[in-house]
């Protein structure tokens, strides 16, 4: 690749997936000038959007403009024809929809967009990038919050952290989405960054079953104050690294969002849950993917290797997967929450 790929005039722009990220992401793009060539899987969706300039199903009040966009179902189509990829496909449909990619991304610049992994190896989506598709994490950079779609798509202010291998790529990203309506943080914490956006939807699913069962805010306080704490002990136990800075939006930022907001899926998932869904019904009833139903598997196995003490994750763990009953785990949780 290119190593000055950021300096080419016409920089060809993609954005693959077809959801409420995506949707937010090419308005975003749309909105600072660019040309977008957009990856939807649902040829209908592409009729929609070029006929009444909105998605049918997601973010549907959000302008999207026909003459600034090239849409295609064809994935091959759309990689060949861009410099730069921006992946916002939810992560359990991630590797179905990549397996269809014929073309090749070595001389492509990916930016993940994703919060989660790959099974059944674990893999977050810049570690599959590296592993499987043999990219070099030069070519890898990865956007993360504190941000929702919902919010970012109506305008209203965000704000974005770009991460990649080097702190000059990652100040090039900034420059590529900051507008006026959002502001951008570089950073070259990849592995930190990635692993705080899949745990953050697991404390949120938490937060959300402890509302569900009707525990208040003094209690939410204090179980997201662990989580926080459970974050920092899983990151410095599988990869210690002394310039993190927790405390920043990416991490601590993102968290209280995703635990605290009325967008926030994941916290959707968790309530019904508490209520007493069943995860199948809870997931029928969403139209959007609740990603920390699948991360706390993952981040389950992974900190078994690294003996991590995670209560929290446990008992997440325990209800989601292991059938217990919401209200006899977080009634064991309660006491060991400091």
């Known amino acids: 690749m290119d190593a000055n790929i950021f300096d080419r005039e016409n920089l060809r722009i993609a954005v693959i997936g077809g959801g409420s990220w995506a949707t937010a992401l090419v308005k975003l793009m749309q909105y600072k000038g660019n040309h977008v060539s957009w990856y939807l899987r649902n040829p209908d969706v592409i009729a929609h959007i070029q006929k009444y300039r909105h ?6 009040s959000v302008y999207l403009d026909p003459n600034q966009l090239t849409m295609s179902s064809s994935m091959d189509e759309v990689v060949a024809s861009s410099d730069i990829l921006i992946f916002a496909i939810p992560s ?4 179905a929809e990549i397996s269809q990619l014929t073309h090749s991304l070595k001389d492509k610049f990916l930016i993940s967009a994703i919060k989660g992994f790959v099974t059944p190896d674990y893999l977050t989506i810049a570690e599959y990038f590296n592993r ?5 994490y030069d070519q890898i950079g990865i956007i993360s ?3 929702h779609a919902e919010e970012m798509g109506m305008q209203r202010l965000s704000y974005l952290t770009l991460t990649s291998k080097y702190q000059s790529v990652a100040e090039r990203l900034c420059d590529m989405f900051r507008c006026d309506y959002v502001n951008t943080i570089p950073g070259t914490d990849i592995y930190g960054v990635e692993y705080a956006a899949a745990l953050k939807n697991v404390y949120a699913v938490a937060t959300g079953i402890a509302h569900g069962l009707g525990y208040g805010d003094n209690f939410t306080a204090v179980l997201i104050t662990s989580a926080f704490n459970e974050l920092i002990s899983f990151l410095d136990a599988t990869y210690p690294d002394s310039s993190r800075v927790t405390s920043r939006s990416a991490y601590l930022g993102d968290l209280l969002v995703t635990c605290y907001s009325q967008f926030s899926r994941n916290r959707t998932f968790g309530s019904m849950i508490g209520k007493g869904y069943s995860v199948v019904a809870a997931q029928s009833e969403m139209n959007m993917v609740a990603e920390g139903h699948y991360a706390v598997k993952a ?3 992974i900190k078994q290797r690294y003996s991590v003490s995670m209560p929290i994750v446990d008992a997440v763990y325990a209800i989601l997967y292991e059938h217990r009953y919401a209200v006899r785990v977080f009634g064991n949780l309660c006491r060991e929450l400091q």
């Open 132 to 136: 499987v598709c043999q990219i070099p």
């Open 145 to 147: 919050g504190p941000s």
């Open 299 to 301: 981040i389950y196995k």
């Open 92 to 95: 359990a449909y991630f590797e």
């Open 55 to 60: 998605h049918c199903s997601y973010l549907s």
